[in-house]
């Protein structure tokens, strides 16, 4: 018995992973609401039994669905900040503070399917307590990330922020996050909403960022 549930476990886990990806695609298309069950087993390429003996409804496929996109996203957003502070160049001018910022948050700028499903994410978050303390709670957590980049840039004394480093990266993933919408609203390409993206950040960096030897 123990034999059989060892074969049976990765193969549950491959058709959970398959119809998390298809509802994916499915929720930043259409939207929770108008998404169907049959869609999404179609999509995954499952029958409804395959659906609903890995997950209770709709809903429930929604909620594990943001929990693997949070952690996936914050993944990511750990990896790239480790590997950014072991940088002996790191925050050379603000031009390479707002390529650093960028590169903390291009995780889905360039994706228009990931855009669409966390602004899905974020209005369900708005009517929901329990998924808006679960949004929060990431958007803390990366926020925190962004933050350490910055103070690590403010130590290395080549670069002054006019603003506390916490607020300095609100204002930047605030900022990051209204381009890249917007971009997806116009129908750019990966390419034009990446460089408008670096737009929004650059105006930002005006206005945060200052050469340590300016006056005060």
């Given at each position: 018995m ?12 491959v ?28 999509r ?63 995780f ?26 679960a ?35 609100r ?17 750019l390409?990966a390419?034009e ?7 929004e ?16």
């Amino acid at each position: 018995m123990t034999e059989t549930v060892s074969v049976a476990s990765p193969r549950r886990e491959v058709t959970r992973q398959k119809l998390l990806d298809a509802a994916a695609q499915v929720f930043a298309e259409v939207g929770l609401d108008a998404a169907s069950v049959e869609a999404i087993c179609e999509r995954a390429g499952f029958t409804r039994g395959a659906f609903y003996s890995n997950f209770e409804s709709k809903n429930e496929l929604f909620l594990a669905l943001v929990a693997a996109v949070s952690g996936e996203r914050m993944r990511i957003v750990r990896e790239r900040v480790s590997d950014l502070k072991c940088r002996a160049d790191l925050g050379a001018d603000p031009a390479q503070v707002l390529g650093l910022v960028q590169q903390v948050l291009d995780f889905d700028a360039d994706d228009r399917e990931s855009v669409l499903l966390m602004s899905e994410i974020r209005i369900h978050a708005l009517r929901d307590a329990e998924l808006a303390d679960a949004y929060l709670a990431q958007e803390d957590e990366l926020l925190q990330q962004i933050t350490e980049i910055i103070d690590d840039i403010a130590e290395a004394r080549v670069l002054a922020f006019r603003l506390p480093a916490d607020r300095t990266a609100r204002l930047m993933l605030m900022a990051w996050e209204g381009a890249a919408i917007r971009s997806v609203m116009r129908g750019l390409s990966a390419e034009e909403r990446r460089r408008a993206v670096g737009a929004e950040l650059a105006r930002i960096a005006q206005i945060a960022i200052r050469p340590v030897d300016a006056g005060r």
